[in-house]
């Protein structure tokens, strides 16, 4: 079997969300699957990630990063690119999909339906995008993945007819995450905070990870709080990001709050690893990596009490109203001031993070892709 992938989203320094998804799952596959060949599709020249001798990389110019370049890439390109390499399937792990009738053949996954709820979170031009064609790519999929349950219900409550072809496969956690030592959590502190103890939170500044929400949220724990815990905050500016650095700017705790932008590994893993809790209160989410992966760092984790947050989490966080930062401050200072609360989070996220597993995520996946 000969598959073509969607994998824009390989960039190197920048795997996060949807990257990281494409990573876990693909080099699974190559690795697994050593007698089918994997055709990856870049939109720009850039080290290969996945490799080995079932793969071959082709860049698609100009890159998809706009609207009318997503018409291009996905009418185009692919489909040629599909005919040329003699393709049984297309995958395509970002939502977007190909309307080509040349392609008979497609494995979609669609992480959420966000657009839907949050229109004023994004662009007028790629609002336009997604209410045109997003209908399109589900009815023309043969068959969708998508990453839980609350996603699974959405798709389903919004396109009726796909209810049949759609299967919930959890996302995994990565296998190098642990609890660090005492000395490790210390030195990380020390690096980090001058030793002071900190909230991590972690994630793309863009209106529905609700940085606000945790903003205001820290400033109530510290107005309450004579504890001199610090807000980091990882991720990079995606978009529609001034109110939050404007909220930044003028925080009566200003000084304690460290923005530092997108982190890679190693440091990101010690940097959660270390922290007192993560703050997660997205307003939706498909999964929610960040929650998973500080449960497997035994991390305490304070999350939203809705969509997919609270079926990741499940009994194993502190789940707020992500509008509520009364709540959220209220969670903050349980987790800093219980230390029983925040050992029994730990032993409950510990367990609860062995539930999802990239190996198991990949060959679910690669059994609908042999079936189709």
């Known amino acids: 079997m000969r598959i073509l992938i969607n994998a824009r989203f390989l960039i190197p320094g920048n795997v996060e969300g949807i990257g990281l998804y494409t990573y876990e799952i693909v080099r699974r596959?190559?690795?697994?699957?050593p007698?089918?060949?994997f055709v990856l599709c870049l939109d720009r020249n850039c080290k290969p990630l996945i490799t080995g001798p079932n793969v071959e990389y082709i860049v698609l110019r100009p890159p998809a990063?706009?609207?009318?370049?997503?018409?291009?890439?996905?009418?185009?390109?692919?489909?040629?690119?599909y005919r040329q390499k003699k393709c049984d399937v297309f995958f395509s792990p970002d939502g977007f999909l190909s309307l080509s009738a040349s392609i008979s053949k497609s494995l979609l996954t669609i992480h959420d339906l966000a657009y839907l709820h949050f229109p004023d979170h994004v662009g007028k031009i790629m609002l336009w995008y997604y209410q045109r064609f997003v209908p399109k790519f589900v009815s023309k999929a043969t068959h969708i993945i998508t990453v839980s349950d609350a996603s699974r219900k959405d798709i389903i409550g919004h396109f009726p007819g796909s209810s049949r072809k759609t299967t919930t496969i959890h996302n995994g956690v990565r296998d190098d995450l642990k609890p660090l030592s005492e000395e490790d959590v210390k030195h990380a502190q020390m690096t980090f905070t001058n030793g002071a103890p900190y909230f991590l939170v972690l994630g793309a500044i863009q209106p529905r990870k609700n940085l606000?929400?945790?903003?205001?949220?820290?400033?109530?724990?510290?107005?309450?709080?004579?504890?001199?815990?610090?807000?980091l905050i990882v991720g990079r500016q995606a978009w529609k990001s001034r109110d939050v650095m404007k909220e930044i700017a003028q925080h009566p705790y200003q000084e304690d709050i460290h923005l530092l932008g997108y982190i890679e590994e190693p440091e990101l893993k010690e940097l959660l690893g270390a922290s007192a809790g993560l703050v997660y209160v997205s307003l939706l989410e498909?999964?929610?990596?960040?929650?998973?992966?500080?449960?497997?760092?035994?991390?305490?984790?304070?999350?939203?009490?809705?969509s997919s947050m609270k079926e990741i989490a499940d009994d194993s966080a502190l789940l707020v109203?992500?509008?509520?930062?009364?709540?959220?401050?209220?969670?903050?200072?349980?987790?800093?001031?219980?230390?029983?609360?925040?050992t029994q989070l730990v032993e409950k996220g510990l367990?609860?993070?062995?539930?999802?597993?990239?190996?198991?995520?990949a060959e679910k996946s690669f059994a609908i892709l042999t079936q189709l």
């Not at 990063?65 to 690119?81: K, M, S, Y």
């Not at 945790?214 to 004579?226: K, M, P, T």
């Open 29 to 33: 596959w190559v690795r697994n699957h």
């Open 35 to 37: 007698n089918h060949s």
């Open 65 to 81: 990063r706009h609207p009318f370049l997503f018409i291009w890439w996905f009418e185009v390109a692919i489909p040629r690119v």
């Open 212 to 231: 606000l929400g945790a903003l205001r949220a820290y400033s109530i724990f510290r107005s309450q709080s004579a504890l001199n815990v610090r807000l």
């Open 286 to 306: 498909g999964f929610g990596f960040p929650i998973v992966e500080a449960m497997a760092s035994g991390v305490p984790v304070i999350t939203s009490d809705r």
């Open 321 to 342: 109203p992500p509008d509520d930062p009364g709540k959220i401050a209220e969670a903050m200072s349980l987790i800093v001031s219980d230390k029983h609360l925040a």
């Open 351 to 361: 367990k609860r993070a062995q539930a999802f597993n990239w190996d198991q995520a």
